[in-house]
């Protein structure tokens, strides 16, 4: 009995009970399934065998039962016994009767102990990684903390509190993210795969969803249900627009997510690594909410397009540069957030050259941070910087003379290009 001490399963239950969280009745189905895929390699049938687990005991007992045959007919020694093999144990014994017999599982040998503990870790394994699926699959879209276990080029490692692996890849993360191990980080379960039985959970920072449950956790209102998120925008690191809704008029909706002093929203922008939050009233009113959307630009007026969803914007020659933003941004991140193609044109007035063309039309030619410089000393059109003297342009703006011909040179080819067109 000794032998049989040696693999007591009360240590292993509270174990795998306690760290693997698997309960009590799956972990006795997967040792009794595990002591008879032994005995089934072992005789090649586990038919006749009871295997019984007393978990509380952390031990267990196994039970083979025999037909008795006559001494001549016996075949199969694992599921008959010989009429005086079985009369040795009580005379009353007769041809036909089943004889129940204990079985010492530390008789079958060494190999047969080695094989129920390959078998049963294997079986174990499973469970696990089984386990960790399920728990993370009804985790997809909320919010987890992982701690950095491992940084490389393309992802990053983390490690839930139970020691599961995590994979917040490069694509997921903030630009200016940055991590050393044994930091923790914040971020939403975007999916998770179990390819061959391998879960594999995968996180993002960079997913709208993220921002939302942020949303939710800083703002009372929202995980209370008193105010919406109709549609989130955003250009990771860089900016994002949120659309709100409250269906109680008492609740300013786009007070209530910045805070007083922007308080709530503070704690987001330090969380997304101080991504520009755009917080603005949701309407149904297309027209309403694309001018919302373009903020902080002042739109004059909007023609909609419904059947290509594209709409013309009109706007005051200076506030042009605000609706599109550096680089583009606004007028994107406005486009995203409203499912419209928006293109701007210039409301002009009384007095503006109307073959004049402003600076912000240049973007997909000019870089976005010369055409700022060119704005900050007042240029705002193609005009006011080709009626400037180039080397006056080189000094006030400080740019390389190179970049300065360059400008030059686009914005005379456009006027050029015009003058041929209307000639023609």
Same mark, same amino acid.
């Given at each position: 009995?000794?032998?049989?001490?040696? $693999?007591?399963?009360?240590?292993?239950?509270?174990?795998?009970?306690?760290?693997?969280?698997?309960?009590?009745?799956?972990?006795?189905?997967?040792?009794?399934?595990?002591?008879?895929?032994?005995?089934?390699?072992?005789?090649?049938?586990?038919?006749?065998?009871?295997?019984?687990?007393?978990?509380?005991?952390?031990?267990? !007992?196994?039970? &083979?039962?025999?037909? +008795?045959?006559?001494?001549?007919?016996?075949?199969?020694?694992?599921?008959?016994?010989?009429?005086?093999?079985?009369?040795?144990?009580?005379?009353?014994?007769?041809?036909?009767? =089943?004889?129940?017999?204990?079985?010492?599982?530390?008789?079958?040998?060494?190999?047969?102990?080695?094989?129920?503990?390959?078998?049963?870790?294997?079986?174990?394994?499973?469970?696990?990684?089984?386990? @960790?699926?399920?728990?993370?699959?009804?985790?997809?879209?909320? $919010?987890?903390?992982?701690?950095?276990?491992?940084?490389?080029?393309?992802?990053?490692?983390?490690?839930?509190?139970?020691?599961?692996?995590?994979?917040?890849?490069?694509?997921?993360?903030?630009?200016? =993210?940055?991590?050393?191990?044994?930091?923790?980080? &914040?971020? @939403? @379960?975007?999916? +998770?795969?179990?390819?061959?039985?391998?879960?594999?959970?995968?996180?993002?920072?960079?997913?709208?969803?993220?921002?939302?449950?942020?949303?939710?956790?800083?703002?009372?209102?929202?995980?209370?249900?008193?105010?919406?998120?109709?549609?989130?925008?955003?250009?990771?690191?860089? &900016?994002?627009?949120?659309?709100?809704?409250?269906?109680?008029?008492?609740?300013?909706?786009?007070?209530?997510?910045?805070?007083?002093?922007?308080?709530?929203?503070?704690?987001?922008?330090?969380?997304?690594?101080?991504?520009?939050?755009?917080?603005?009233?949701?309407?149904?009113?297309?027209?309403?909410?694309?001018? &919302?959307?373009?903020?902080?630009?002042?739109?004059?007026?909007?023609?909609? +397009?419904?059947?290509?969803?594209?709409?013309?914007?009109?706007?005051?020659?200076?506030? @042009?540069?605000?609706?599109?933003?550096?680089?583009?941004?606004?007028?994107?991140?406005?486009?995203?957030?409203?499912?419209?193609?928006?293109?701007?044109?210039?409301?002009?007035?009384?007095?503006?050259?109307?073959?004049?063309?402003?600076?912000?039309?240049?973007?997909? !030619?000019?870089?976005?941070?010369?055409?700022?410089?060119?704005?900050?000393?007042?240029?705002?059109?193609?005009?006011?910087?080709?009626?400037?003297?180039?080397?006056?342009? $080189?000094?006030?703006? =400080?740019?390389?003379?190179?970049?300065?011909?360059?400008?030059?040179?686009?914005?005379?080819?456009?006027?050029?290009?015009?003058?041929?067109?209307?000639?023609?």
């Amino acid at each position: 009995m000794a032998k049989q001490e040696a $693999i007591n399963l009360s240590d292993t239950f509270s174990e795998f009970k306690e760290l693997k969280n698997i309960d009590r009745s799956t972990m006795i189905s997967v040792l009794e399934e595990s002591f008879r895929s032994v005995i089934s390699k072992m005789f090649g049938t586990d038919e006749n065998y009871d295997v019984i687990i007393n978990p509380d005991k952390g031990d267990f !007992e196994i039970y &083979r039962n025999r037909v +008795v045959v006559e001494d001549a007919d016996l075949v199969d020694s694992n599921t008959q016994i010989s009429l005086s093999e079985a009369q040795s144990l009580d005379p009353d014994f007769v041809v036909g009767e =089943d004889v129940t017999d204990k079985v010492d599982f530390a008789s079958f040998g060494r190999r047969a102990i080695l094989n129920l503990r390959q078998t049963l870790s294997s079986k174990i394994l499973d469970l696990q990684k089984d386990s @960790v699926y399920n728990k993370y699959k009804e985790k997809v879209g909320t $919010i987890v903390v992982g701690e950095v276990y491992q940084v490389w080029k393309k992802e990053i490692l983390l490690l839930d509190e139970e020691g599961n692996e995590m994979l917040l890849p490069k694509a997921e993360q903030i630009p200016s =993210d940055f991590y050393r191990k044994g930091e923790t980080v &914040r971020a @939403v @379960v975007a999916k +998770v795969d179990n390819k061959n039985n391998n879960p594999k959970i995968i996180l993002s920072r960079t997913s709208p969803t993220f921002l939302q449950r942020l949303f939710e956790l800083e703002v009372p209102e929202i995980n209370d249900g008193l105010i919406t998120i109709r549609r989130i925008a955003r250009i990771p690191g860089e &900016r994002a627009k949120v659309a709100v809704e409250s269906y109680d008029d008492r609740i300013d909706p786009v007070g209530a997510c910045v805070g007083m002093k922007g308080a709530r929203i503070h704690g987001i922008v330090r969380e997304l690594r101080n991504e520009n939050i755009d917080v603005i009233n949701y309407t149904n009113n297309v027209s309403l909410f694309i001018s &919302r959307a373009l903020s902080p630009a002042r739109i004059s007026s909007i023609r909609l +397009v419904e059947e290509h969803k594209r709409a013309e914007v009109f706007l005051r020659p200076e506030e @042009v540069s605000l609706a599109i933003g550096k680089g583009g941004m606004n007028i994107r991140l406005a486009g995203m957030l409203t499912d419209y193609q928006i293109e701007v044109f210039r409301d002009l007035e009384e007095g503006y050259d109307e073959e004049d063309i402003f600076l912000d039309e240049f973007l997909d !030619e000019i870089e976005p941070w010369v055409i700022d410089i060119l704005k900050g000393i007042g240029c705002d059109t193609a005009k006011n910087v080709l009626e400037i003297p180039r080397d006056e342009l $080189i000094k006030r703006t =400080d740019l390389e003379e190179e970049t300065i011909d360059e400008v030059l040179d686009i914005l005379s080819a456009e006027f050029e290009n015009q003058e041929t067109e209307d000639q023609e």
